[in-house]
């Protein structure tokens, strides 16, 4: 649930800022250019917070067990 609602969120964030940009200089490009930003960014933090694999964690786990049983 958190993953969609990032991902809900970011589209529609800035595409609410490119609505209200496109509204205010009467342009209609902003919409959808907001709209796929808020679709990369939303997946850029999703998969920095998210996007752990268990073998990074193995390796560190590995490295501080082997240096506590010394």
Do not use: C, N, Q
């Not at 969120?9 to 490119?18: C, P």
């Not at 193995?58 to 240096?67: L, N, V």
């Amino acid at each position: 649930m958190r993953v969609l609602s990032y991902l809900l969120a970011g589209v529609a964030l800035y595409g609410g800022l490119g609505w209200l940009a496109d509204h205010l200089l009467g342009t209609g490009f902003l919409l959808p250019v907001g709209i796929v930003l808020g679709a990369a960014a939303a997946a850029y933090t999703i998969i920095r917070r998210f996007g752990r694999t268990t073998e990074t964690t193995d390796k560190t786990s590995k490295a501080t067990i082997g240096e506590g049983a010394r």
